[in-house]
C-alpha cells in the first residue's frame, strides 16, 4: 500500500561488459584496419596473393640453379637468390617484423639446396635489417643496403652487380616493386604485388 511518498526507482546499472569497455584503452585494429583505410586488401588476400606470385620460384630453382645463367648473369658462380626485405621477405605493412611465411619458404628450401640467400634492400642501416632477418627465422648468406642519398633501383642494381662480383649467381630475384628489377644482375624476377604502388 502506498504511503502517498514518491519512491525513487534505484540507478539502472549498466551492462559489465560496457563498464569493461569503458575502462580499456582503444586497441588497434593492426593490419586489417590500416590496409582498408590506406585501400590495400585484407592481410588474407595479399597472403594468398604473395602465395601465387612466389609458386613457381621453387620449380624455376629445381631447373635453373645449377645450369649457366643469361640475362644479365656471368653464368658463373654460386647459385643465389635475392630478396628485398619490407613487405617481402618481412611483412612490414601488415605485421611488422614478422616472416612473409611463403617467402621464408623458398628461402629454407633453397638454403636447404646449397642455394645462397642474399637480401638487397632500400635500408641504410645492415645491422638492424640483418638481426631482425634472423629474429624472423631467415638464412642470411649476403645483405647489401643503398647508400644515403642513392636513388633505390640504382642502389639496388648496384647491390646485385657487387654480389654477383663477389662469386654469387643471381638465379632468382623476388621483390614487391618496379625498383626491385631496375639495372639488371639476374635471371628471373618475380614480383609480388603492390598494388599500384600502395604497399612500398
Not at 18 to 29: K, R, T
Not at 42 to 71: C, E, F, K
Not at 130 to 152: F, I, N, S, W
Amino acid at each position: 500500500m502506498s504511503d502517498g511518498r514518491f519512491r525513487r526507482k534505484p540507478p539502472r546499472l549498466a551492462p559489465l561488459a560496457a563498464l569493461a569497455a569503458l575502462a580499456l584503452p582503444a586497441v588497434s585494429l593492426g593490419g586489417a584496419g590500416t590496409a582498408q583505410a590506406a585501400g590495400l586488401p585484407g592481410y588474407g588476400t595479399w597472403q594468398a596473393d604473395v602465395q601465387q606470385a612466389v609458386a613457381p620460384v621453387i620449380p624455376w630453382l629445381r631447373d635453373h640453379a645449377a645450369t649457366s645463367g643469361s640475362s644479365g648473369s656471368s653464368g658463373k658462380g654460386k647459385p643465389a637468390i635475392v630478396l628485398d626485405i619490407d613487405n617481402t621477405a618481412l611483412e612490414t605493412y601488415y605485421h611488422e617484423g614478422r616472416a612473409n611465411k611463403p617467402v621464408l619458404d623458398v628461402a629454407r628450401w633453397a638454403h636447404a639446396h646449397h642455394i645462397a640467400v642474399l637480401f638487397v634492400t632500400a635500408r641504410t642501416s645492415s645491422s638492424s635489417a640483418r638481426q631482425q632477418l634472423r629474429d624472423a627465422g631467415y638464412p642470411v648468406d649476403a645483405l647489401c643496403t643503398r647508400e644515403h642519398g642513392e636513388d633505390k633501383g640504382d642502389g639496388k642494381a648496384r647491390c646485385r652487380e657487387d654480389l654477383t662480383e663477389d662469386g654469387y649467381r643471381i638465379t632468382a630475384n623476388i621483390g614487391n616493386r618496379s625498383t626491385d628489377f631496375e639495372g639488371g644482375f639476374y635471371e628471373k624476377g618475380f614480383k609480388l604485388p603492390d598494388y599500384g604502388g600502395r604497399l612500398s
